[in-house]
């Protein structure tokens, strides 16, 4: 009841000590039975008749484990999504594999079986809508001058998706593997992120919208809930502390993470002293722990966009976000767990710079550049990115990723999906080994030669979760889908499952559905089975996605090919992609002064809004970064 009343407080912008505020008195917070309601109400009983007919008349079953996937209608001259489906990927097959010169006749045939069994298993686990909605908006954007980027996430190891255009990044040639990102032994919805160039995310959104119909698509709410230094505040001022001692208290909680009052209380033994030393101070805290983590507000998720087979209100309850479109009032999880198809639709604003630069080009030097077809190999570009002059490179412009850079000097693309992968939390202790095997391969040795071609495109590291994936497969003859379960467990260190699979792994295993030689049966003894295991298991929980590194590189050496080739009209793009942002205009002006390119001030006579390369290796000011101008004005003008 207390906390009802504190919570009452913040709620309502008011203090517990405030006589004329809202209250809730009686304790009895409860749905009262009909026998209860009719003893109070002796006086209404048509009321309560009337209650219990409506209440007779709602019947609501929220179904789970079906998916409620929209229907996609065909064009005209194909009988169903499935024949559509399949002639859209026969087609981009031939352009991609067929008709390239990279692979011959027996590699074509072999990737087209691996093509058709793609096909099968989205067949039987029901997701082929899925795949034409997604490729149908990827489609559309493409086709109105709306940048896509290559691929996100696990989608980009299926030659399904990259056949039909859903990804650009060859699935084969980097090794990419299906099952991470459809498992056909774990039946869950695909999961196909997109990123669009940033200003044109909301008209990809309308296309689907216009679509599907304005009642079938909403975005998502999210909630967002009372961390721990904000919820002692909130409670000290509802409590009408002053503010100068609620703000100290709040202060003493660590700048962490997720962290809770609890964690504080653990770790600073200065807060841990105020609690257990002032009654004051512990009601408030007590209070605080309380309430901490309710919700206490709503925003619109950056991202989600759901699409629904009927009418969005006969599947969740609604609410509107501030501009007045429609908001899915359930939660991201609670929206799976319906089967509902959520997708996300990102603004990045890198394809911009991308989309930018090519127009640049083009005006200053009438050069056209298809940036989805340039030399992954030019070793200009790779020279270029060894000397860690990345400042503006999507992934690779840190401080500490240039020096990496420098120590690496990148061959290929390979050694930027690493770099990528590599430098993070965790796996960024793997780093100097990564350096030091690249560039004195005779260091690098392999527990079992059986992992010499797995573990040789990263320098003899285990990097991505694909590498545990494939050693489970072809060191101890797990399918892919098995494979991947492990994987999963382990990255959630599920403890039990984790050692039933080292059995399995080092011995093998029967069990119906589960069947597999094991390590042993496969010529490795026990205790390197084990030493191999175990490696694994400490690396799973930060191994990284290869399929979304090797999309994130190709963007990176795609920026890093303008750079090098074109480095005017991609700073000129660079520039105008943050000239809200004086700071970043500074450090990018300063970036053009290091290369040699003059950055000419603003003329109204000759600027645009934004930052333009004249084709002399100059730079012209963009008017829309003049301070107290801005967009409005010029666009006026």
Not at 295 to 310: F, K, L, M, R, W
Not at 558 to 576: D, G, I, N, R, V
Request: one cysteine or more; hydrophobic letters at 35%.
């Amino acid at each position: 009841m207390e906390a009802h009343d504190v919570l009452l407080c913040i709620q309502t912008g008011k203090k517990i000590t405030d006589e004329d505020r809202m209250r809730y008195e009686g304790g009895q917070f409860f749905v009262k039975s009909e026998e209860q309601m009719r003893s109070l109400f002796p006086y209404a009983k048509e009321a309560a008749d009337n209650t219990q007919k409506i209440a007779d008349r709602c019947h609501v079953t929220l179904k789970f484990g079906n998916y409620q996937i929209p229907k996609y209608a065909p064009p005209e001259g194909y009988d169903s999504a499935w024949t559509f489906l399949d002639a859209l990927c026969e087609k981009g097959f031939k352009e991609k594999y067929t008709d390239n010169p990279a692979y011959d006749e027996t590699q074509c045939a072999k990737i087209h079986d691996d093509m058709e069994y793609e096909l099968g298993i989205i067949q039987k686990m029901g997701f082929v809508e899925y795949i034409l909605i997604v490729w149908d908006y990827i489609n559309w954007a493409k086709t109105h001058d709306c940048w896509v980027g290559p691929g996100r996430g696990s989608g980009a190891g299926s030659r399904v998706c990259y056949c039909t255009g859903i990804t650009n990044i060859d699935p084969v040639k980097y090794n990419l593997l299906f099952e991470r990102f459809l498992n056909p032994e774990r039946v869950s919805m695909p999961d196909i992120d997109v990123d669009f160039e940033y200003a044109e995310r909301s008209r990809v959104i309308e296309y689907v919208t216009e679509k599907y119909g304005k009642d079938s698509v909403t975005q998502i709410t999210t909630f967002g809930t009372m961390a721990a230094r904000g919820v002692i505040k909130a409670v000290g001022k509802a409590l009408d502390f002053p503010y100068a001692e609620m703000d100290r208290v709040a202060k003493m909680v660590p700048m962490e993470l997720n962290i809770t009052i609890d964690r504080a209380l653990q770790v600073n033994p200065e807060f841990r002293s105020l609690y257990d030393g002032d009654a004051r101070m512990h009601e408030l805290i007590d209070m605080a722990k309380r309430l901490e983590g309710l919700p206490n507000h709503t925003s619109v998720h950056a991202a989600g966009v759901v699409i629904y087979p009927g009418e969005a209100s006969n599947y969740v309850p609604l609410g509107r976000a501030s501009d007045g479109t429609p908001t899915a009032e359930y939660n991201m999880v609670q929206l799976e767990e319906l089967g509902l198809l959520k997708m996300d639709f990102l603004g990045l604003r890198t394809l911009t710079v991308l989309k930018d630069a090519v127009k640049n080009v083009k005006a200053s030097q009438d050069i056209d550049i298809d940036i989805d077809h340039i030399d992954l190999n030019d070793k200009k570009v790779l020279d270029f990115i060894g000397t860690g002059r990345t400042e503006g490179v999507f992934q690779l412009e840190s401080s500490g990723m240039k020096q990496v850079l420098v120590g690496l000097q990148p061959q290929n693309l390979e050694d930027i999906i690493a770099l990528i992968s590599l430098y993070r939390p965790g796996p960024m202790d793997s780093i100097p080994t990564y350096l030091r095997n690249r560039h004195e391969p005779d260091k690098i040795s392999y527990k079992t030669p059986q992992l010499a071609h797995i573990l040789d495109v990263t320098n003899g590291c285990i990097v991505y979760q694909e590498q545990v994936m494939q050693i489970f497969r072809e060191l101890a003859g797990f399918s892919f889908g098995q494979a991947d379960n492990v994987r999963r467990a382990m990255s959630k260190k599920k403890h039990a499952v984790m050692e039933a699979e080292r059995e399995h792994f080092v011995y093998g295993c029967t069990d119906p559905g589960n069947e597999c030689p094991g390590c042993v049966a496969n010529g490795i003894s026990e205790k390197v089975a084990n030493e191999i295991y175990d490696e694994m298991s400490s690396f799973a929980s930060y191994a990284f996605n290869k399929s979304h590194a090797a999309c994130y590189a190709y963007v990176a050496f795609q920026t890093a090919y303008l750079k090098c080739h074109y480095p005017s009209e991609f700073m000129a793009a660079l520039l105008t992609s943050v000239l809200d942002n004086t700071d970043k205009v500074i450090e990018y002006s300063g970036e053009c002064a290091r290369l040699g390119i003059k950055v000419l001030p603003p003329d109204v006579n000759v600027s645009n809004g934004g930052f333009t390369a004249d084709g002399s290796g100059q730079i012209r000011f963009g008017l829309n970064a003049v301070k107290n101008v801005g967009r409005n004005l010029i666009e006026d003008c």
